[in-house]
Structures are given as structure tokens and as C-alpha cells.
């Protein structure tokens, strides 16, 4: 029988938490996340409320917790004592790993006293900050509506690591209106120099219904070559840097890959809690509501459904070849009932010799050289319109 939901059973039973605070100081211009400017602190401490009641509804204590992520939005918007008490309820609920990675995404201008906030939260247990830094250019920060500078950014990494915080991840963005090699250059470098542990880049999309989508005749915006050189000059310069290129977006120095996000390109189950947040979880998808009255109603759960198991393989291929230590061939056969050679062996074949791909053992995942290409392969290879 084929096994949807391949578990070593002599593992432990692992779950990440990912708690979403939909709140954001300001709208970036080119966010289409779930987020409202807030700056109304009883409708936050309503939604606080009604993420503890969510949290206590769905803990188990079936599974040993070993990541929480909170993510938004704007996590540092809340008061480190509402994270206190988010926190209070997770350990409530579940069983939470004594070495768990619990991380909350910080913007800066969101922190007013850094080192007591950060303080705070080292005291609560949070153990690793991702921060949006995005750019070391602050005319690039301003034409997408990101209201911080690079110092703002700068003395709030520097607060947060003065504070006790040894894995702080920063966040650094391709392809931003007027972008060059040049500032993209000089932004990694700046980054680098922080001496962060763990950095992901991200490509600038223009999303339908977003303001810097509206404005998109006004900007001259990275092309094809250009967005493919800058990615090709981020990954060298991360590498030089002694950064391992762990998965196609990110970099870790000393073993710092973040443990959490692992979890989605493995297909490991995670729950999702908070408004709009999504789960995989116990074989079935979920997806929480986007409407905050019903939230705060206590209507949390909008749909959910099985997963199939083609959608598992194409998840299974698609994510695990996002990540340097690629796929392991005895899972596949596990988890799909058939051989990964005997389903995909020829077409793999001539990507094999152009060299966009080497096998280790049991395991087959993309060289860097295949990195680069990785959604023309993949569309080829799994057969569909990327
Ligand atoms: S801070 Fe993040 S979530 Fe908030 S508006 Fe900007 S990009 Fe969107």
C-alpha cells in the first residue's frame, strides 16, 4: 500500500506551528499578504484573544512541537507581553521540544525600545529573529513603500544582537524598481558585513491589486537576463561569504538553516494558526479563514481537504528540489509505490549530462548550475505549465 504520509515511525512525531499576526504598520507597496495597518491596540488585543482560543481548540499533545514561526504581517507589532502569552498558550496546548526554534519576523520602526523588547523576548524564549532589511539603498526602500532606512534596519539587527540573539535571519530583495547590480552588490555586501546567520532573498513580484502593480508603467523593472544575473551575483557573493547555499532563496553560516521553513520543503506537518494561516496536517490541507469578524467570532477553519497523491509527489519533487540536499530516492519509492528512475529516469537523463543535477548515494538533487534553471526543468521533467 502506498504510504500518503510517509512517516519514519521510530522518529519521533515532529509539528512546527506557524501563528500568524496579520497586523502591519504601514502597507508596503508591493505586499499582497494577509495584512491590515493597525494601529487600533484593542483590535490587537482582540485578535490575541482569539488566537488563544484557537490555540487551546487544536493543541495535542499527540506531537512534540519543535518549531514555532510567527509570521505576518508584523509579529513585533505585538507587546512582548501578548507574544508572552501567545507563547504561555503553546506550551499549554502542545508539547513543546525544550530545543525548539521559535522565531518571530521583526520589521524595523516596529521596535521602539530594542533592547528591552528584544530582552523580553530572549526571556520568553524566542530564539531567532527574521528580519526585513531588503535593501541597503533607502531610495530602493522608499519606492517600494518600506518605511525604514537601512540604519533603522541596521540598529535594530544590532539591538536585537546586543540582546542575546545568536540566529537572526535578514531578508534581501531582487529585482526592486531602479535595482542595479551595483546596489544589489552593495546591499549584500552590507548585509554580509551585519554578519547575519541566515539570509533569503526573494525576487520582486508584481502582484494583481497591489499599488506597486498600478504603478507598474512608471518603473523600469529588472528583465529576464538581469533578474538571472542578479541572482546568479547574490549566490556567489553569499558563497565567497562562507554562506551555505541551502536551498534556492537562502543561505546559512554554522548550521544555522532555518529548521522551520525545512519543514515545508520536506512536506513534514505543520499547523497553521491565526487568520488566513494554512496547515498540513494530519493528511489533509487546511486553510483558515481571511475574514476577520468570523475570526474573532471564533470561526477559524474556512476549508480543508485531502490531499491526493499525485498532488503529494508533485509537492514531494517541486519542494525538494528546491533545497541543495534534494531528494532521497528510498522515500520516493516509499512514498509513491514506484521507483523515481523507473518514472522519470529518461527524462532525467539529459538534464543529468548537461549537468544540472548529481546523485549522492540515495540522493538526487540540482547542482547549482541546475539551480539557476530549476522552473524550466522542473516544468519539463513533472510536465506542466509553470
Ligand atoms: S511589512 Fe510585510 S506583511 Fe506588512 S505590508 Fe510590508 S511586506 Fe506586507
Given amino acids: 500500500m502506498i504510504d500518503n504520509n510517509f512517516k519514519n515511525e521510530k522518529a519521533p512525531r515532529n509539528l ?22 493597525s494601529r487600533d491596540e484593542q483590535q490587537r488585543e482582540a485578535y490575541v484573544g482569539a488566537l488563544l482560543r484557537e490555540i487551546e481548540a487544536r493543541g495535542t499533545k499527540d506531537y512534540s512541537v519543535d518549531t514555532v514561526y510567527f509570521g505576518g504581517g508584523t509579529p513585533s507589532l505585538l507587546s512582548a507581553e501578548q507574544i508572552g502569552r501567545i507563547l504561555g498558550e503553546i506550551k499549554e496546548s502542545f508539547n513543546v521540544s525544550p530545543d525548539a526554534e521559535i522565531t518571530l519576523e521583526c520589521n524595523p520602526m516596529t521596535v521602539s525600545d530594542g533592547d528591552k523588547y528584544f530582552k523580553e523576548l530572549r526571556a520568553l524564549g524566542v530564539n531567532r529573529l527574521s528580519l526585513g532589511v531588503q535593501s541597503a539603498v533607502d531610495g530602493e526602500l522608499k519606492l517600494i513603500g518600506r518605511r525604514h532606512s537601512f540604519e533603522d534596519a541596521k540598529a535594530t539587527f544590532l539591538a ?39 539570509i533569503s532573498i526573494y525576487s520582486l513580484q508584481l502582484e494583481e491589486g497591489t499599488p506597486l502593480y498600478r504603478m507598474r508603467e512608471r ?45 515545508y520543503w520536506r512536506l513534514d506537518e505543520y499547523l ?95 547542482t547549482e548550475s541546475g539551480f539557476e534553471v530549476s522552473n524550466a526543468i522542473l516544468t519539463e521533467i513533472l510536465d506542466f505549465d509553470y
Fill in 16 to 37: 512546527g506551528l506557524y501563528i500568524h499576526i496579520p497586523f502591519c504598520r504601514t502597507k508596503c507597496l508591493y505586499c499582497d499578504f494577509c495584512s491590515f495597518v
Fill in 160 to 198: 536585537a544582537r546586543g540582546a542575546g540573539f545568536e540566529n537572526i535571519s535578514v531578508d534581501l530583495m531582487l529585482g526592486i524598481p531602479s535595482q542595479t547590480l551595483d546596489s544589489l552588490r552593495a546591499s549584500a555586501n552590507q548585509v554580509i558585513k551585519l554578519a547575519a546567520d541566515h
Fill in 219 to 263: 518603473y523600469s523593472l529588472a528583465d529576464d537576463d538581469t533578474a538571472a544575473d542578479m541572482y546568479e551575483l547574490v549566490v556567489k557573493m553569499m558563497k565567497d561569504a562562507g554562506y551555505r547555499h541551502y536551498e534556492i532563496s537562502n543561505f546559512a553560516r554554522g548550521g544555522r538553516e532555518s529548521k522551520h521553513n525545512c519543514k
Fill in 272 to 366: 497553521g494558526l491565526g487568520l488566513a494561516a494554512h496547515s498540513d496536517f494530519g493528511g489533509k490541507r487546511l486553510e483558515n479563514t481571511r475574514d476577520m469578524e468570523r475570526y474573532l467570532g471564533g470561526e477559524w477553519l474556512e476549508a480543508a481537504s485531502d490531499i491526493s497523491n499525485s498532488e503529494r509527489e508533485f509537492e514531494f519533487l517541486m519542494l525538494g528540489f528546491r533545497t541543495a540536499d534534494g531528494i532521497s530516492k528510498s522515500e520516493f519509492l516509499a512514498r509513491f509505490g514506484v521507483g523515481f528512475d523507473e518514472k522519470y529516469g529518461e527524462k532525467m537523463e539529459k538534464f543529468k549530462k548537461m549537468g544540472y543535477f548529481c546523485e549522492k548515494g540515495d540522493a538526487l538533487a540540482l
